[in-house]
């Protein structure tokens, strides 16, 4: 069974732009859910996806968004991008939400200058 | 304060050394509880949880939780070189989905 997969892997973009990360889960996983990892704060929760809807979110400015496709597929999105976004974008799945046994992506690693 | 502190290390043990890496929470609703670990450059690989207290054992891996001390513990036997990675803990409540993550040990086995 193929794992999670997130595309791209690397990314550089420059303050003020925009940027959509793409994660399609472990088949036959419908939840999806995002983290922001970086040195000094490590591994802080985003939010989740269900069924095509957000049922949780974590404390982030409304820059960031994401939502979930009727295929679980999802994607988030960073408006207005600044320097302290530069970060490792990781995205879980898992059968149905609050599941211990998530599974993790290789993560997007995002460069904001 | 965090909801849950770890230390982050680094930690170098030689190989074969028994490594215990532990983590502190404030919350006593935390229920679930789980050790990941990270090798460079990859995501999170769950390794362990438990639920509520007690030890659980899987190989060389031994997973402890004290509600009590709002303390939890991973101990790694015999470590291999192969053990190195960074170790995080993470917690979650009964009723809520969201999992809080500690910042990571970062663990070193020198051969």
């Known amino acids: 069974k193929a794992g999670v997969t997130q595309t791209p892997r690397y990314l550089i973009k420059t303050r003020g732009q925009q940027v959509t990360l793409s994660c399609s889960p472990i088949?036959?996983?419908?939840?999806v859910s995002w983290y922001q990892q970086t040195p000094g704060q490590g591994l802080q929760f985003l939010f989740e996806y269900f069924s095509e809807t957000q049922r949780n979110k974590g404390n982030f400015p409304g820059r960031f968004s994401g939502r979930q496709f009727s295929n679980s597929r999802s994607e988030m999105n960073v408006s207005t991008l600044e320097l302290g976004d530069s970060a490792l974008y990781l995205c879980a799945s898992s059968l149905s939400p609050g599941q211990e046994t998530q599974y993790f992506g290789p993560g997007t690693r995002l460069l904001v200058l | 304060q965090k909801e849950v502190e770890q230390d982050p290390g680094p930690l170098s043990v030689p190989e074969g050394a028994i490594v215990s890496l532990n983590c502190t929470y404030s919350?006593?609703?935390?229920?679930?509880f789980m050790w990941y670990r990270q090798y460079s450059r990859k995501g999170p690989e769950l390794l362990m949880y438990t639920y509520s207290s007690g030890n659980k054992e899987d190989g060389r891996f031994t997973a402890q939780v004290d509600k009590s001390s709002k303390y939890i513990s991973l101990f790694i036997r015999d470590s291999q070189p192969s053990d190195s990675a960074t170790y995080l803990c993470?917690?979650?409540?009964?009723?809520?989905?969201?999992?809080?993550f500690g910042s990571g040990t970062r663990l070193s086995i020198r051969p």
């Open positions: 088949s036959g996983h419908r939840s």
């Open positions: 993470a917690m979650r409540d009964s009723s809520a989905s969201k999992i809080i």
């Open positions: 919350n006593s609703a935390f229920q679930y």
